[in-house]
């Protein structure tokens, strides 16, 4: 089997591993902040931080929900990551935006966060701010034992079925999953246009 058909092969093990109901019950709840005129604020960094770009765009657009992804600003990032620390710089921008008990958090992230390892430590103070003020903390990693893992409401981890390949499986699966949760009839709101 060459390397093309393996990854295809895991792509495919892994979307039939995934728990539909664990997708259901985030859906749910994201529903709910829809209904109450709550926010999502999705945060990631490397090739996560595009897919919460993306993830902005989808849930605004298709359906309905007022989304922020603060790397979408990249001035006001590395200005804090200059003048602050890098590790701050989702809590201040949650802060700023007056994250509130009706809005969610939606992390995206292949790591998830892990304050002992010293990784993606500001995922970790989001987490934890959120958390504090009552907001909806949920989430799509690729590993297990997070800081979301740890702090959430909800997330939903990705089926490890190759130690080698987490990366890519984790981000691509990150957009499955949104995808499908803007396609989902609780939270379309507009057809795409294909």
Known sequence: MNFTQKHLKETAAIANLIDPERVEDMISKIAEIKKNQGRIFFIGVGGSAA??????????????I?????TDNIAEITARTNDEGWETVFVEWLR??????NDCLFVLSVGGGNREFNVSVNICEAIEYATALGA?????????????SKFSNSYLEIPLVNSDSVTPHAESFQEVIWHLMVSHPLLNSNATKW
């Open 51 to 64: 897919n919460a770009s993306h993830a902005v765009n989808d849930f605004r657009k298709l359906a309905g």
């Open 66 to 70: 007022e989304s922020y992804a603060p």
């Open 96 to 101: 700023t935006s007056r994250l509130q008990s």
């Open 136 to 148: 909806y903390v949920t989430g799509i990693v690729g590993k297990h034992e997070s800081h979301l």
